[in-house]
């Protein structure tokens, strides 16, 4: 029985139930991602099709592409990425911000480099259900200082998407989902709910953590790890402590699965099969969504060749 109950308090921490290194592999031109999720021992994780620790420099990086069918989220550690899409819509995304991208029924568009030497990032793809694949295309975009933070007892948390330690991201998931970068000093400890039912993650970005119950099996990782959580266990939440001397940051992402069939052709997902067929005619006749395909280049004016 647990001594007593807070609001946010983890009765019973998730545990551990796999533990992946993501090697670098090639992709776009000449960028080099470490992927985790969307790799073939793990090709969903429901709701997530990838999650791409991704690097680049100049000239390489992830020219003229289409999307249909999920989402994008791009979390720029270092550096900066130009983003430019075939509706004029053009930015760039710095060391700090996020972009939330919805390609719903169709985005086409290009990302490269932005700044001088490396630009390193997270990008993660979040599937849409069914009902949701075909939504017209939509951004959020928040800069670095916008970005909800708070640090409590030596826990540092950037908010993403939903809420921690009393900290609330602006961003609407259609696929409800919590995103959060925390940092934990050398010593620091943190308790963090999780909705029931939800999966989850945690991917390490530096240092080494404990992750686990720590009256359980406790796992160590440390950068490029990637850990899934249990889900159904009855743990609410994840536990995780700093014993090294430096500091350690990972980020813990959850989601719920929407328990779908899940067609995939490179950066289209869908349902079925005869939805991907459809798809690639729309895309190679320019119509439902595809439609400014047609005539658009990207500045760097080269395409991935979907
Ligand atoms: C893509 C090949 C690709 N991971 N991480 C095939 F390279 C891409 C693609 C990306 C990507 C872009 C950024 Cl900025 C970061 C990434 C893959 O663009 F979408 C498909 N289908
Ligand atoms: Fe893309």
Redesign the pocket.
């Known amino acids: 029985m647990p001594e007593r109950e807070d609001s946010c308090a983890v009765r019973d921490s998730r545990q551990v139930v796999k533990k992946f290194l993501a090697r670098p592999q090639h ?3 000449g ?1 080099i ?1 470490r ?1 985790s999720i969307g790799r073939f021992e793990l090709k969903y994780f429901d709701p997530f099709l ?1 999650l ?1 620790e ?1 690097s ?1 420099t100049a000239p390489a ?2 020219p003229d ?1 289409p ?1 249909r069918g999920f989402e ?1 989220v ?1 979390y720029m550690l270092q550096g900066a ?1 130009l ?1 430019e899409d075939f509706e004029g819509h053009k930015g760039t995304i710095g060391a700090g911000d996020v972009q939330w991208m919805t390609a719903g029924r169709g985005i086409v568009h290009s ?1 490269m480099p932005a700044a001088q030497g490396t630009q390193k ?1 997270l ?1 993660l793809w979040i599937n849409l259900s069914s009902k949701h694949k075909m939504v017209e295309p939509r951004y959020q975009e928040i800069a670095s200082k916008d970005i909800a933070e708070a640090s409590i007892d030596g826990v540092k948390v950037r908010v993403i998407a939903g809420e921690a330690l009393g900290a609330k991201s602006p961003v609407y998931t259609i696929t409800p989902t919590m995103y959060l970068d925390f940092t934990l000093k050398p010593g620091a400890k943190l308790r963090q709910p999780i909705p029931a039912s939800w999966n989850a993650f945690v991917y390490v970005l530096e240092g080494e953590g404990g992750f686990g119950s720590a009256t359980k099996a406790v796992v160590t990782a440390s950068a490029h790890h990637l850990l899934l959580l249990s889900n159904g266990g009855g743990g609410d939440g994840l536990e995780a402590w700093n014993k090294s001397l430096k500091p350690v940051r990972f980020v813990l992402v959850g989601g719920e699965p929407l328990g779908e069939p899940v067609a995939q052709l ?2 289209f997902v869908m349902n079925t099969e005869e939805e991907i067929d459809r798809t690639v005619d729309d895309f190679e006749n320019f119509v439902n969504g595809f439609e400014n395909a047609r005539h658009w280049r990207s500045e760097s004016g080269i395409s ?1 060749g ?1």
């Open positions: 992709e776009g031109v960028a991602v992927r990838a791409d991704f680049v990086g992830f592409h999307h994008t791009t990425v983003h990302e990032g990008q490179g950066p991935l979907f």
